[in-house]
DNA sequence: CGTGTGATTGTTGAT
DNA sequence: ATCAACAATCACACG
């Protein structure tokens, strides 16, 4: 937290580290300008994600020399296709449960900003 | 030195 | 119903 408008925004993207064939921009990131919560609970990663971490492991066991999540983004994404349903049907179970704490977590969340924490600064911990 | 970018799909909120 | 944004992660580029 800090220096954020110290570097500035840097727009710039250096795609040379991989040829983009066609560079759908899918989603750009807008800064929040507003302000965020710190305690707001954050999206749990999907099934999708549960997968990459244990595809990871695999990936960098057999390819010790494995760049980045980027080479590894793309080959999960092309296996995690050709999985059949009741495989890919573990990681929905574990992200379902994830998901259900995590809506647990925002009702909590909700009641501690009625507790008090509304707009004052005050470094209160309420735990 | 710090941070933004890119790539993957799934989930969710908003309109 | 449909779009857009964000979730983890890591090498690399830029100021």
Do not use: H
Not at 113 to 125: L, Q
Request: charged share 40%.
């Amino acid at each position: 937290m800090k220096t954020r408008s110290q570097t500035g925004p840097k727009p710039l993207k250096t795609v040379a580290l991989a040829p983009r064939p066609s560079s759908p921009k899918r989603r750009l990131r807008p800064k929040p300008s507003g302000k965020g919560d710190p305690r707001a609970p954050k999206k749990p990663p999907t099934a999708f994600f549960y997968f990459l971490e244990d595809f990871r492991k695999t990936y960098k066991q057999e390819n010790p020399s494995a760049k980045t999540m980027r080479e590894i983004g793309k080959a999960c994404g092309e296996k995690w296709k050709t999985m059949t349903f009741e495989e890919r049907v573990k990681y929905y179970d574990i992200a379902t449960e994830k998901r259900a704490e995590f809506e647990k977590a925002v009702v909590e969340y909700n009641k501690k900003k009625d507790s008090g924490e509304m707009s004052e600064e005050s470094d209160v911990d309420y735990n």
